[in-house]
């Protein structure tokens, strides 16, 4: 039995728009103009590359293969098998060494995995040379023997990976790293009737906000960023500010400070939103197979953490949670009142509504089949509890109490029944507290979680002014001997942070410790054991002088001595130096814990007869069940505590849902 690395070579033309990054896999490889025109294979001691048609494949029958990107080379065998162009390979197993490698350094593309693990240099300029060639352009251009060392190269790097690093992988993330590829490649069923009437609904809207923008009868385009400030300036208002530069909070409070008294800024606004979200649907529909499923990309081993992340331009983790409303005449509605009413609504709209378009509705079951949604209930802090040792928290929760009662029994001096029904109020905000500051959150962040997390404003008591007080406690006073007033804003936020901090000695005891720890490896490497048998590693922490944003003035800088550590950026694709602090390190502690947890329920509902895993978002799965399949069965297999982290108490909230929901 052996291992074999395998690398396919596809045509490509990024001028043409005719690529991965433009298309997305799945749209790719079902292109007419898809051309698998070299495969590379390497057992660690010869490597081959050459046409797929002069390849012996019976020799990888029975084999254990190997490409580094797994889901991409293995979705190119399944559309050659599909199309003639290559016979059925009966494989023993197909692993990812791109997700090895993110596993063990969190370098995913072949070229700074092979210099980080391996200390070699790849060449990858053989990509400029096929770009737009397929096999016998690559003949006449006098380039092919170089696409084909380059193959024979990458073949037998990917195989070093695994001979070199396989071991440090263990089998259960090799498992889920296979369950990935396999979900993806599965994909989901579409309601299409629903999709193509919300398609038909999107393009009217857009067509109607199109009508209004002045520029467009002088053929500008839409999002014109010259004719919208020519535009501004014409009627005196700012221009909208850069929702990238600036934030969505900025682009908002333009939009609702204009958008009611200029038609055009509410069209303007409109449109960016809609043709997003037409987007969205087209590629749903662009992506449909035969089936009627739509496939998806996500990342195992996304986050430093392990989480997963969405890829592919088809983000499964982040579906719109609300609807989009459009009002009887087809604008969005916006206002935000109309909006709250709308979240409280179960069944029928209003009759100032005239559609939703729903994305999330758009995902179903199979035909035969039902849809469950098992969510690890509050997970987080129940690891979190586990990690400090709070026996009082991990006793009472082990009893069927949910973290935030058990947390206000504990200390907030809860003595009552049911607290959710009892005390809503003292409920969410021991819902906020457990969930927001736990990590060291400061008293302005506090405000918005709270608000996030349990719809609690903590600001509504607030005094206009208080007293000052100096770092004793004593009342500042002015020259004239009067108290100095200052704004009192935020003065329970405060209240409620130094009373978490005081009465939570043991998650506070945490922060320390690891902040200490951190500190004191300036110089060398700093890893975090987790139960689960795996590390977070925090390579080369070093004190420097840094430009950080203020974690109490978001939107505003320091520049202090920090601590940081290299970490890697899967949106920068590249490794920088990260701040960290003791807090932080817990978040990232616990989440990746937390994860791992997760981790082994998707393994034990892949293990069960009858259930599909279609995706998961953070900790909650999707799945597709035989109707045979109860909620009690799926809450069985979510709530078994992992033999590594006994003691644990796990719940489950399990709903049969007709399409997928939040």
Request: aromatic letters at 10%; hydrophobic letters at 40%; proline letters at 5%.
């Amino acid at each position: 039995m052996s291992v074999i690395s395998v690398d396919f070579e596809t045509f490509y033309d990024r001028k043409e728009g005719y690529d991965i990054r433009s298309l997305g896999m799945v749209s790719y490889v079902r292109s007419p103009r898809f051309d698998p025109y070299l495969i590379s294979v390497s057992d660690g001691a010869q490597s081959w590359a050459g046409h797929p048609r002069d390849f012996n494949w019976n020799s990888l029958d029975g084999q254990t293969l190997l490409s580094h990107n797994a889901g991409f080379d293995s979705r190119v065998l399944m559309e050659m098998t599909k199309r003639g162009l290559a016979p059925k390979v009966n494989f023993k197993e197909w692993h990812c060494t791109a997700n090895l490698t993110t596993y063990l350094c969190m370098r995913r593309d072949l070229l700074r995995a092979a210099e980080f693990l391996l200390g070699v240099q790849v060449d990858k300029s053989y990509r400029l040379d096929a770009d737009g060639k397929h096999w016998d352009d690559m003949v006449a251009a006098g380039v092919l023997e170089k696409v084909k060392e380059a193959g024979r190269v990458d073949a037998l790097r990917c195989h070093n990976f695994w001979t070199k690093f396989g071991h440090l992988w263990p089998e259960r993330e090799r498992r889920l790293s296979g369950l990935t590829i396999k979900q993806c490649h599965r994909g989901c069923t579409i309601d299409i009737p629903l999709l193509m009437k919300q398609l038909t609904t999107a393009q009217k809207a857009l067509i109607q906000a199109e009508s209004v923008l002045p520029w467009m009868a002088y053929g500008k385009v839409p999002t014109s960023s010259k004719a919208i400030a020519e535009e501004c300036r014409k009627v005196g208002i700012p221009a909208p500010p850069v929702k990238s530069r600036d934030g969505e909070e900025a682009f908002d409070a333009w939009a609702a400070a204009y958008g009611p008294k200029y038609k055009w800024v509410k069209g303007y606004t409109d449109w960016r939103v809609i043709n997003k979200y037409i987007t969205k649907l087209e590629t749903i529909k662009d992506r449909l197979m035969e089936d009627g499923r739509c496939p998806y990309e996500l990342l195992y081993f996304g986050a430093h953490t392990g989480r997963w992340q969405s890829a592919g331009g088809l983000a499964m983790q982040t579906l719109r949670k609300e609807p989009m409303y459009l009002d009887c005449d087809g604008w969005m509605i916006t206002d935000a009142d109309k909006l709250k009413e709308l979240s409280k609504c179960e069944g029928n709209l209003p009759e100032w509504v005239g559609c939703a378009l729903d994305e999330r509705a758009l995902w179903i079951a199979a035909p035969g089949k039902i849809l469950m949604a098992p969510d690890l209930s509050q997970i987080e802090p129940r690891v979190l509890a586990w990690v400090v040792k709070d026996k009082k928290m991990l006793d009472s929760m082990a009893g069927g109490t949910s973290p935030y009662q058990a947390h206000a029994e504990a200390t907030m001096g809860w003595t009552g029944g049911d607290m959710k029904k009892e005390a809503k109020d003292l409920y969410a905000l021991a819902k906020a507290r457990v969930l927001g500051l736990g990590y060291g959150c400061g008293w302005k962040k506090f405000i918005d979680v709270a608000m996030a997390m349990a719809q609690l404003d903590i600001t509504k008591d607030d005094p206009e002014f208080i007293e000052a007080r100096n770092d004793e406690g004593g009342i500042c006073y002015d020259s004239d001997q009067k108290p100095i007033m200052v704004s009192g804003y935020g003065m329970r936020s405060k209240q409620i942070v130094k009373d978490y901090r005081e009465g939570n000695p043991l998650v506070t005891g945490l922060w320390k410790q690891l902040d200490e720890a951190f500190k004191a490896s300036i110089g060398q490497h700093f890893e975090m054991a987790m139960p689960s048998g795996r590390s977070l590693r925090y390579p080369e922490v070093m004190r420097e002088h840094k430009r950080i944003m203020d974690p109490e003035n978001p939107g505003k800088w320091l520049t202090k001595w920090v601590i940081t550590a290299l970490a890697f950026d899967q949106k920068r694709n590249a490794v920088v130096r990260k701040p960290f602090y003791g807090g932080l390190l817990a978040e990232n502690l616990i989440q990746a814990i937390s994860r791992d947890v997760f981790g082994e329920c998707l393994l034990r509902l892949d293990d069960t007869a009858g259930i599909d895993n279609l995706w998961s978002v953070h900790d909650e799965g999707v799945i597709e069940c035989e109707p045979s399949i109860t909620v009690k069965d799926v809450r069985h297999v979510m709530t078994q505590t992992p033999e590594w982290i006994p003691g644990l108490p796990l719940a489950c909230d399990v709903k049969i849902i007709p399409h997928y929901t939040k």
